[in-house]
C-alpha cells in the first residue's frame, strides 16, 4: 500500500512539471504581448528579461501555498485516500485542459482553473462520502466546501474585466492626445516624466504584488518590522521618492547612454510582469503536488494507518515549500518559455487582436459582434454630432497613423512603444491596486482586456476590422467562463469514477491525459509545418522580384494540382462509391480554398511591394490570385454535391455515365499535366496548344450534355442523377475556363516583372 501512494506521488509531480510546461505556454502571453507585439527590443533580449523575471519571481515564490490545501475545502473532513483522488483529479484535467487550450491558441486563466477543479473534484468525493454514509448532500456538503472563494473569484472575472478594459482605453486615449503616432518629437520634453511615472508604477507594482506575497515579505528590519508591513505603512514616501528617483536617473542615461525612454519601460515591465506571474501563479502548478507530497508524508509519519482513516486536518497548518523544488520549476518554466511553441501561437492570438496593421484576421464576425459594432458605430455618430468640428479635427490629428517601418524592419510591429508602455504600467497598477484591496484578480484577465482597451482607443478596430476583433474578445472571454465550468465538471467526473471504479480508473485518466498531451502536441506539430509550407509561398515585403516570380509560381503550380487531385479523385470516389477517396478529395478541396483565400487576403502587400515595379505587374497578380480563388471554388461546388448525393445513398450513375466521366477525368489529367510542364518550365508559347485542348475538352463537355438529355428522355435517369451530372458538367468548365485565364495572366505577370529587373 506504501508503495501503490509512492508512486501517486510520483505521478503527482510528473503532472506538476507537465503542468509547469502547459500552463507557462499560456500564461506567458501576460507579460511578452507588449514586447513581442511592439518589438521593443530584439527577442533574445525580450525573452532574456523575462527568464530573469521568472527565475527570481520562482526563487522567491510565496512559500505557503495555502489554495491547494484549505482554500477551496475543509481538509479535516476528508481522509488520505480522498486527498489523494481529489489532488489526481486535479492535476489530471489541469494538464489536458490547459493543454487543450494552448493548441487553440486560447489564453485562460491557470487560477480560476485549478480553482474551479479543486472545488469539482472535492464536491465529487464529498457528495460520495456522504451518501456512503446515507446522510443528504444538499444539507451536508457545506461542511466540506469552502464555496466564498469561488463565488469571490467569478466576481473577480466580472469587474476585473470591466475595469481593465475600460481603464486601458482611457489611459491610452490620454497618452495617444498627449505623444500622438508621431512620438518621438513629444518624447524629448515628457520622457523622462513619462518614464519616471511608468517605472514607479512599475515598482510599486514589484513592491505590492511581487514581494509582499513572496519570501521577502518576512524579511525583518532594523527595528524589527517585516519589509511588507514597512512598505504598507511607508507606500506614499515609497512612490514619490521612487517618482524623483526614476525621473532624474532616466533624464541622465538619456544625456549620457542615448537609451530609449519607451524601450526601457517596455523590458522592465516585462521583468515585473514575469516576476508577479512567477512568484505569485506557481502555486497554480506546483501547489496540489505539494500539498499531496505533505499529506503522503504525514500519513507515514502516523504510522501508514488504514489510508481512509487517517482525517488530513494537518493541511489547515503552514508547510514550507523547499527551495530546490522552487529553483526546479523556475528552470522548467524559463525552458517552456524558450522553447514551446505553444505560448507563441497564445501569444499570437492577442497580438492578432490588438494589431494596429491590417493583417488577416483570425476571427469571423460573429451575429453579437456585429449587433456591438452597429450599436457603438451610432452611438459614436451622435456623440461627434453634437462636439465641435475643430477640436474633432485637433483631436483627430492626434490619431492620424505613422508608418513604424524601416529599412531595417519592412515589416511593422503590431503596435507601437506607446501602447505596449501603457498596456503594462496599466496591467501593474490595476494588479497591483486588487492585490492591496486584497481583490482577487487574474493576470491573465487584465493584462488581456488592457490590450484590447488600448487597442480600441488607439483606433485599431476600423469599421474594417471591428466585427473580427470583437468577435475575438467575445470568444476569448467565453473561453475564461468556459475554464470555470469544464475545470469544475472535468475534475468532478474524474474523482466520481476513481471514487467508484477504484485504483484501476486512476491508471486509466492518467494514460487518457498522457495520449490527449501527445495527441495534441502531434496535432501542433502538423499545423505548424502546413502553415510553415504554406508561408513559403506567401509573397514578403522584404522579396526580390526573383522570389516574387518564384513565389507566383509555386502558388500557381499547387493551385494546378490541387484542382486536377479534387476532380480526378472526387469523381473516382464517388463513382467506385469510395467514402475515403472522396474525404480525401474534399480535405484537399478545402486545402486549397483555404489557400486561395489567404493569398487573396494578402494580395492587398503584395501589389504594394510590386509598387516599385510597373503597375501592370500588380494588376496581373491581382488577376492570377482572383482567376485561381475562383478556380478553387469550382472546385468545391463540383464536389459539394456529390458529397450531398453520396451521404443520402442516392442511386449510383448509370454504366455508360460511369463510362463517360471516367474518360473524362482522363482527358482533365493530360490537360493539367500540359498546364503543369508549361508553369514549371515558363513556356508560356505553349498556352496556344492549351487554350486548344481547353476547347477540345469544352466540345467533349457539350457532348456528354446532350447524351445526358437523350437519357433523360428515354427516362434512363431520374432528376437526382441530372441535377448532378450537369452540375459537374458546369463546374468543370469553369474550371476550365479560370485555368487557362490564370495561366495567361501568370505570363502576363512574369514578363511585366522581368522588364524591371
Keep these: ?13 510528473a503532472l506538476a512539471a507537465s503542468d509547469l510546461v502547459v500552463g507557462v505556454a499560456n500564461d506567458a502571453v501576460n507579460f511578452l504581448n507588449s514586447a513581442v507585439g511592439s518589438k521593443a527590443a530584439p527577442k533574445w533580449l525580450i525573452f532574456t528579461m523575462a527568464a530573469l523575471g521568472v527565475l527570481i519571481g520562482a526563487a522567491f515564490s510565496n512559500g505557503m501555498m495555502e489554495v491547494a490545501r484549505k482554500g477551496i475545502f475543509h481538509p479535516d473532513m476528508f481522509f488520505f ?50 451518501k456512503m454514509a446515507g446522510g443528504s448532500a444538499i444539507i451536508e456538503l457545506s461542511n466540506y466546501i469552502n464555496s466564498e472563494k469561488a463565488l469571490a473569484i467569478i466576481t473577480g472575472i466580472l469587474v476585473s ?25 513629444p518624447m524629448r520634453y515628457f520622457g523622462a516624466i513619462y518614464g519616471g511615472i511608468a517605472i514607479t508604477t512599475i515598482t510599486y507594482f514589484i513592491l505590492v504584488k511581487g514581494i509582499s506575497d513572496s519570501s521577502f515579505a518576512d524579511i525583518p528590519l532594523n527595528n524589527g518590522e517585516t519589509l511588507s508591513n514597512w512598505i504598507k505603512g511607508n507606500t506614499s514616501l515609497v512612490l514619490l521618492y521612487s517618482l524623483i528617483g526614476w525621473t532624474v536617473l532616466i533624464q541622465l542615461f538619456k544625456w549620457i547612454f542615448r537609451i530609449k525612454i519607451l524601450k526601457l519601460v517596455v523590458l522592465v515591465g516585462t521583468f515585473a510582469l514575469a516576476m508577479a506571474f512567477a512568484g505569485n501563479d506557481l502555486v497554480n502548478f506546483i501547489g496540489v503536488p505539494l500539498a499531496g507530497y505533505h499529506s503522503f508524508l504525514a500519513w507515514i509519519g502516523a504510522g501508514t494507518p488504514e489510508p481512509g482513516g487517517l482525517a488530513m486536518g494537518m493541511l489547515a497548518g503552514e508547510v514550507d515549500t523547499p527551495g530546490y523544488l522552487l529553483l526546479m520549476s523556475g528552470l522548467i518554466m524559463i525552458t517552456t518559455l524558450i522553447f514551446s511553441k505553444k505560448s507563441r501561437i497564445v501569444i499570437a492570438t492577442s497580438v492578432d487582436l490588438s494589431r494596429q496593421n491590417e493583417g488577416t484576421e483570425k476571427f469571423d464576425s460573429s451575429p453579437i459582434a456585429r449587433m456591438i459594432v452597429r450599436s457603438t458605430s451610432q452611438f459614436s455618430k451622435k456623440v461627434t454630432a453634437i462636439i465641435p468640428q475643430r477640436l474633432l479635427q485637433t483631436i483627430d490629428k492626434r490619431f492620424l497613423p505613422f508608418d513604424l517601418a524601416t529599412p531595417a524592419d519592412p515589416e511593422p510591429p503590431a503596435f507601437d512603444k506607446v501602447r505596449a508602455s501603457v498596456n503594462l504600467v496599466v496591467a501593474s497598477a490595476l494588479i497591483a491596486l486588487g492585490t492591496s484591496l486584497k481583490l482577487p484578480l487574474s493576470t491573465t484577465y487584465v493584462t488581456f482586456m ?113 484542382s486536377n487531385y479534387v476532380v480526378s479523385l472526387g469523381i473516382e470516389g464517388f463513382l467506385s462509391e469510395d467514402r475515403n477517396k472522396l474525404k480525401l478529395a474534399e480535405k484537399s478541396s478545402a486545402d486549397f480554398l483555404r489557400r486561395s483565400k489567404r ?21 496581373f497578380y491581382l488577376q492570377m ?59 508560356f508559347e505553349e498556352i496556344e496548344n492549351i487554350s486548344a485542348e481547353r476547347d477540345k475538352l469544352l466540345e467533349v463537355l457539350a457532348k456528354l450534355e446532350k447524351n445526358q438529355i437523350k437519357r433523360i428522355k428515354n427516362k434512363e435517369v431520374n432528376s437526382r442523377n441530372s441535377v448532378l451530372y450537369f452540375k459537374l458538367i458546369a463546374e468543370i468548365k469553369v474550371l476550365l475556363l479560370q485555368t487557362v485565364n490564370m495561366i495567361k495572366s501568370e505570363r502576363d505577370f512574369v514578363l511585366n516583372t522581368r522588364k524591371t529587373l
Design 1 to 13: 500500500m506504501e508503495n501503490f501512494y509512492l508512486i501517486l506521488v510520483v505521478v503527482l509531480f
Design 81 to 130: 485516500s480522498e486527498i489523494m483522488i481529489i489532488f489526481l483529479a486535479v492535476m489530471i484535467t489541469d494538464v489536458v485542459m490547459l493543454d487543450t487550450f494552448n493548441a487553440f491558441g486560447m489564453p485562460t486563466s491557470t487560477t480560476v482553473s485549478v480553482v474551479f477543479e479543486l472545488l469539482g473534484a472535492s464536491v465529487a468525493v464529498a457528495v460520495v462520502k456522504i
Design 161 to 185: 474585466v470591466v475595469i481593465a478594459f475600460t481603464v486601458g482605453t482611457l489611459v491610452q486615449y490620454i497618452a495617444r492626445l498627449i505623444f500622438s503616432f508621431n512620438y518621438r518629437g
Design 450 to 562: 488592457v490590450a484590447m482597451g488600448t487597442s480600441l482607443a488607439d483606433r485599431a478596430w476600423d469599421r474594417d476590422s471591428a466585427v473580427f476583433r470583437v468577435s475575438g474578445v467575445i470568444a476569448v472571454i467565453g473561453g475564461w467562463f468556459l475554464t470555470a465550468v469544464v475545470a469544475f465538471t472535468g475534475a468532478a467526473l474524474i474523482a466520481l469514477l476513481i471514487s467508484l471504479g477504484g485504483k484501476l480508473m486512476i491508471f486509466v485518466f492518467i494514460a487518457l491525459a498522457i495520449f490527449v498531451v501527445l495527441r495534441t502536441h502531434f496535432m501542433l506539430k502538423k499545423r505548424s509545418e502546413n502553415t510553415q509550407v504554406e508561408a513559403e509561398d506567401l509573397i514578403d515585403v522584404k522579396d526580390t522580384f526573383d522570389v516574387i516570380i518564384s513565389k507566383s509560381q509555386k502558388q500557381i503550380i499547387k493551385g494546378i494540382v490541387s
Design 599 to 619: 493569398n487573396k487576403e494578402k494580395c492587398y502587400s503584395t501589389v504594394q511591394v510590386l509598387s516599385g515595379g510597373q503597375v501592370e505587374s500588380g494588376h
Design 625 to 683: 490570385m482572383n482567376y485561381k480563388r475562383e478556380m478553387a471554388h469550382a472546385g468545391h461546388f463540383m464536389l459539394e454535391p456529390i458529397m450531398v448525393y453520396t451521404k443520402n445513398n442516392h442511386k449510383p450513375f448509370v454504366a455508360e455515365q460511369h463510362s463517360e466521366l471516367m474518360k473524362l477525368v482522363s482527358q482533365i489529367d493530360g490537360f493539367f499535366n500540359l498546364v503543369l510542364s508549361t508553369i514549371k518550365e515558363f513556356k
